[in-house]
């Protein structure tokens, strides 16, 4: 039993190509975790790694907190299952089940034990004396599983073990697999390219494209709050149908037309969680429909619930238990020929059938193909999606907000609230360029706005608790002047529906574009390397002292951050130009003086930013600024003393993390 933790990792061949990209994830103990993607997305690759039959190019893995990156497969308690089993042919089962067990000369009886266990729990007791070319498929796979077994590991690594099964016995299969997981007890990444299979078996699911992770979640909330549009297609089945649109607000209502000519209304508290400025008329979106969340219409259906639309049958699918009814959205044929099957909409095009629906009816609907049926469209599950990132614009967890105000010399107003702007915003003017009839913009994060002080006032609508990344959080939806704005914060609830609370913004983290305002960098960089130098320490003996070399000034490197670097690079590392990446909070300043010159970065403050609940100075350091804490004057000498534990460690010439 084991806990992972992958940070920064990648996968490079020849220097150049990247198959995995900036993994990032916690896997906790006990935990089935699913890897998912079409093939050459990464997945296979990040499971080897793991396994360490591939060299980590740079990140670090962490098994039960012990850095893992030099140690030999073999010392890693990780047993894994292959797509081929890789069983023994000249062996019986359970000479293969025995196989490593007696190569680590394990007592016999011990073996003996271990085995007969293993055969009982997957039923293959009745085949231990039989050869694998003897067995079928899946007592195939039940054997390799037992053989993974019997060492105990800490961690099982299955890559695609049921690709080679028929349909049947991989649902057999899968439920055996997530029974074996639960009796135990221990931690499992199963990677697949069949996402029936992830839905059905993770407790997690990690999704990836082009080596990088599009989404970590539990099955229920990638199905229901896709991150983007790669996710909404490729996981559900059939699949979710996209279309090109554009939304208008009208008061508390809000119009959706479709490009293909359908349109519908839903209220605005359904889509309250999308940015206003999608609901202009103009912005173009995209909209996802599952077909599970589109049925025929029947009469006395609450129009404020579902939406009517119009649909010309294509091709009728019965299923048995349901009618699959593929279609396209209005009465006449339109410039691209109707979806008439999953299998028509590419991959790489989900947009390519304009206009194409799929309905999902009872056993006993009737609907031919050429006819016209009216579809009824759940409103409260529709999917929204930017049309050119591509990312989901009706988040689960908003993380932002983008409100109209107004900006005066000493004050900002938005929803009817009125800030005083810190002296660090204060005599700002319209950038140039911007119209005078325009109306301003505020986008403040949905984590800068602080709830319980300050002079703004807002009403609690609701708040959910939620997980992310192991820390327990509150979403808070407020109603302000008229106005919904989300707001995160750690913890469980400190209020509740129908109070009306205190709140002040961090305008250090907001963003007008029309007054120039920007948030502050969320990092600072600086260039360099890493470099040792031999000196002569007390007793006079030589020893090596290694150095953060930034901007051609040298640090003390801690040891701790030394055996990482050391661990993910090994000596390449002194050859590397690399970017040193830290928060403006990482940086401690103090005046400089001549006890700590040798410890400290060196820099000058350009200019001083008051933000009212913090201040911070413009630090020249060799030409580059460094944004960072501080309460001082312009053009006082100062040090900077870095925390390494927080130290982002860039390989600048490929640009991958190191640490």
């Known amino acids: 039993m084991a806990s992972l933790s992958l940070k920064h990792v990648y996968k490079v061949y020849d220097g150049t190509t990247k198959a995995v990209s900036d993994f990032n994830m916690e896997i906790r103990d006990k935990e089935f975790i699913v890897f998912v993607g079409p093939s050459g997305c990464g997945k296979s ?120 099964l028929d349909a049947k016995l991989r649902g057999a299969m899968r439920a055996e697999i997530t029974r074996l997981h639960e009796r135990l007890g221990t931690t499992f990444i199963y990677v697949t390219h069949d996402q029936v299979e992830a839905m059905t078996m993770g407790s997690r699911i990690v999704v990836m494209k082009g080596g ?38 009208e008061g508390e209502t809000v119009r959706i037309s479709l490009d293909c000519g359908g349109e519908m209304t839903a209220s605005y508290t359904t889509l309250n969680r999308v940015q206003t400025r ?24 609450a129009p404020d619930l579902w939406a009517k639309l119009p649909v010309t049958v294509s091709t009728v699918e019965a299923l048995g238990g349901e ?24 991959d790489s095009s989900p947009l390519s059938k304009r206009g194409a629906i799929i309905i999902k009816a009872p056993a006993d609907y009737e609907a031919h193909s050429g006819g016209l049926i009216q579809a009824a469209v759940n409103l409260g599950k529709l999917h929204l999606f930017d049309r050119e990132t591509e990312v989901s614009i009706k988040p689960r967890i908003p993380t932002e907000n983008l409100i109209p105000c107004a900006l005066t010399a000493d004050a900002l107003t938005f929803a009817g609230q009125r800030l005083p702007l810190p002296p660090a915003l204060r ?37 959910e608790t939620y997980t992310a990344q192991g820390v327990t959080r509150t979403l808070y939806r407020l109603t302000v002047g008229g106005e919904v704005i989300f707001a995160t914060e750690a913890g469980e609830p400190r209020f509740s529906v129908g109070d009306v609370l205190p709140f002040d913004v961090d305008l250090s983290r907001v963003t007008v574009e029309a007054y ?13 390397r890493f470099t040792k ?17 930034m901007e051609d000034m040298p640090i003390p490197a801690d040891p701790e951050l030394c055996e990482k670097l050391f661990s993910c690079k090994g000596t390449a590392i002194f050859r590397a130009p690399l970017s040193y990446r830290f928060p403006p909070d990482a940086v401690t300043v103090t005046p400089r003086d001549k006890d700590t010159e040798n410890t400290v970065l060196p820099g000058r403050v350009k200019g001083i930013l008051d933000y009212g609940r913090v201040t911070y100075a413009e630090i020249d350091v060799c030409g580059k600024t460094v944004i960072a804490p501080y309460n001082g004057k312009a053009g006082e000498a100062v040090g900077l003393t870095l925390d390494q534990d927080r130290l982002t460690v860039v390989d600048a010439e490929v640009d991958i993390i190191i640490v």
Do not use: C
Not at 278 to 301: F, S
Not at 452 to 461: D, L, N
């Open 45 to 164: 690759t990040t499971l080897r790694m793991i396994a360490g039959l591939e060299d980590i190019s740079a990140g670090e893995l962490r098994i039960d907190g012990v850095i893992v990156n030099d140690v030999e497969p073999g010392d890693r308690n990780i047993a894994m299952v292959f797509q081929n089993y890789a069983l023994y042919p000249h062996m019986t089962v359970y000479e293969n089940l025995a196989f490593a067990l007696r190569t680590a000369k394990v007592p016999k009886d011990v073996i003996h034990e271990k085995v007969t266990e293993a055969a009982r729990i997957l039923g293959i007791t009745e085949y231990l004396e039989r050869k694998p070319r003897a067995l079928s498929g899946g007592q195939r796979q039940r054997v390799a599983l037992g053989r993974a077994m019997v060492r105990s590991p800490k961690v099982f690594l299955l890559d695609e073990p049921l690709s080679n």
């Open 427 to 463: 005599g700002r003017k319209a950038a140039e360029g911007v119209a005078e009839n325009a109306v301003p913009a505020i986008l403040i994060p949905a984590d800068a706005l602080l709830l319980g002080t300050g002079s703004g006032r807002a009403t609690v609508a609701e708040a």
């Open 516 to 528: 120039g305002i920007h948030p502050l960098p969320a990092e600072n960089r600086l260039s360099g």
């Open 323 to 346: 009618t699959l009814i593929y279609g396209h959205i209005g009465t006449a044929p339109h410039d691209n020929p109707p979806l008439s099957a999953p299998e028509d909409t590419p």
């Open 533 to 549: 130098e031999k000196e002569l320490d007390d007793k006079g003996k030589r020893v090596y002292r290694f150095y953060l070399e």
């Open 212 to 249: 990088f992770v599009q989404q970590i979640d539990t099955p229920k909330n990638l199905y229901n709050h896709p991150a983007n549009l790669f996710v909404a297609g490729f996981m559900g089945t059939p699949p979710m149908s996209f279309h090109p649109a554009t939304m208008k607000k």
């Open 278 to 301: 999608y609901m202009n008329g103009i912005h173009p979106v995209i909209l996802g429909v599952r077909p599970d969340d589109v049925v025929p219409w029947r009469e006395g259906m």
